[in-house]
T-cell receptor
Framework: KNEVEQSPQNLTAQEGEFITINCSYS?????LHWLQQHPGGGIVSLFM???GKKKHGRLIATINIQEKHSSLHITASHPRDSAVYIC???????????FGTGTLLAVQP | EAGVTQSPTHLIKTRGQQATLRCSPI?????VYWYQQALGLGLQFLLW???????NRGNFPPRFSGRQFPNYSSELNVNALELEDSALYLC????????????????FGDGTRLSIL
């Protein structure tokens, strides 16, 4: 079993839909990252959080430390949101990231 | 502010050769991280350097090595290349690992795509 699990693995949505991607982890963490990877490989860090909730534009990330679970929400989805979304946890004091396998999101117009 | 830069963008090698990948962190960042993204395997942590020293290492053979220079740029070297080394290699940087920087995110470069023929 992977230390970081994401669901769903693939997600197709219609433009304007509300999208949720989930991440569960089984290790102690100091922080959780949500990353976005577009075709070609470039990775953008969307959020880093260790508690509560963060919002940036149409993106919202939440984390529940007790339940070892985080969600990434996209409101009013748009085709340009199509990408792979990756959850990564920073394990304790090591500073290394452990990655989920990613969620491939396709938003259709 | 310039982001994390990696070179080359693409690298083609044959089995048994050696590859060198380079990374320049964001100005002011002292920590550099290397990750491998092989097809179907997701991102895997490779190496972490800070202040010129290797701080942590992922589950990779000794063929994978690197170093960090006084200007905090870094090289990843892969010796005796094997077909399964074909992957996207990503570099990230952050402010140092010290406690006061523990909430700083990692910033990623665009990667070097290494293809082994």
């Amino acid at each position: 079993k992977n230390e970081v699990e994401q669901s769903p693995q693939n997600l197709t949505a219609q433009e304007g839909e509300f999208i949720t991607i989930n991440c569960s982890y089984s290790v102690g963490i100091s922080a959780l990252h949500w990353l976005q990877q577009h075709p070609g490989g470039g990775i953008v860090s969307l959020f880093m959080l260790s508690s509560g909730k963060k919002k940036h534009g149409r993106l919202i990330a939440t984390i529940n430390i007790q339940e070892k679970h985080s969600s990434l929400h996209i409101t009013a989805s748009h085709p340009r949101d199509s990408a792979v979304y990756i959850c990564a946890v920073r394990a304790g004091a090591t500073n290394k990231l452990i990655f989920g396998t990613g969620t491939l999101l396709a938003v259709q117009p | 502010e310039a982001g994390v830069t990696q070179s080359p963008t693409h690298l083609i090698k044959t089995r048994g050769q050696q590859a060198t990948l380079r990374c320049s962190p964001i100005s002011g960042h002292t920590s550099v991280y290397w990750y491998q993204q092989a097809l179907g395997l997701g991102l895997q942590f490779l190496l972490w350097y800070d202040e010129g020293e290797e701080r942590n290492r992922g589950n990779f053979p000794p063929r994978f090595s690197g170093r960090q220079f006084p200007n905090y740029s870094s090289e990843l070297n892969v010796n005796a290349l094997e077909l399964e080394d074909s992957a996207l290699y990503l570099c990230a940087s952050s402010l140092g690992p010290h406690l006061e920087y523990s909430n700083q995110p990692q910033h990623f470069g665009d990667g070097t795509r290494l293809s082994i023929l």
